[in-house]
């Protein structure tokens, strides 16, 4: 399985638009897999 880095601003549980585009990248990914690791600024 492949890793990719997702560097976010902001990630759920934090709701914002910002950060339902990476999540939405997350979902994406797993369904091919490709294993996702989010690093969010804290």
Known sequence: ???????????????????MRPFNWYRYLKKFYVEPVVIMRQ
């Not at 601003?9 to 950060?19: K, R």
């Open 1 to 19: 399985m492949k890793k990719n880095l997702i560097l976010a601003y902001d990630f759920p549980p934090y709701v914002s638009a910002g950060g």
